[in-house]
Structure formats: C-alpha cells, structure tokens
C-alpha cells in the first residue's frame, strides 16, 4: 500500500507499510516531482535515509530530501504503524 504524506515545492511523498526484510523492518519511501517530459524521482528507505535509485534531482536536492526523510522518520513510522494496525508502543517496547 502507498501512503500519502507531503508535498513541498511540486515534490510528493508517498510511501510504503512497514515491510519486513531479513528480520528488519523497513519502509520504501518515494520523491516525485513533475518536470517536461515526465516526472524526476527518488526511491530509498527507512531507516537507512539514503537513496538507492534517482533521476532528475541534483544532488544537492538529493541532500535535502535526504534531510527532510530524517526529519520526518518518526511520523512516517508512525503513520505506517497505523496502517498496519498496530499500536505505536507495540512496536517501541
């Protein structure tokens, strides 16, 4: 499922549920903004805040959204921990 969470400047947000990979869990996180001829985009995860695909954004820009995901981790955890139906203490403890 794809969350919705922000735009800022023409840039969305969206992403994943909490999903588990080799014991760990994590979420896909996704920039998109549009631009002539389709759109730029930025796909990285939480909770490594780095980005492993991109097109389009320079790497300055890639630094900021790198710092905007940092600065909002715990909303988007939390928020992807609503989606999945557990309570934010459940997954703390």
């Given at each position: 499922m794809?969350?919705y ?20 869990d ?6 998109e903004?549009?631009n ?8 990285g ?16 820009e ?32």
């Amino acid at each position: 499922m794809k969350n919705y969470f922000s735009t800022m400047d023409d840039t969305v947000l969206t992403f994943s549920d909490i999903e588990e990979r080799n014991g760990f869990d994590e979420i896909t996180v996704y920039f998109e903004r549009p631009n002539e001829t389709g759109f730029d985009f930025a796909e990285g995860r939480l909770p490594d805040n780095l980005f492993y695909k991109s097109f389009g954004f320079s790497e300055d820009e890639l630094l900021q959204l790198e710092r905007y995901l940092r600065n909002n981790a715990p909303l988007i955890w939390e928020i992807a921990n609503e989606k999945a139906g557990e309570p934010i203490a459940k997954t703390i403890a």
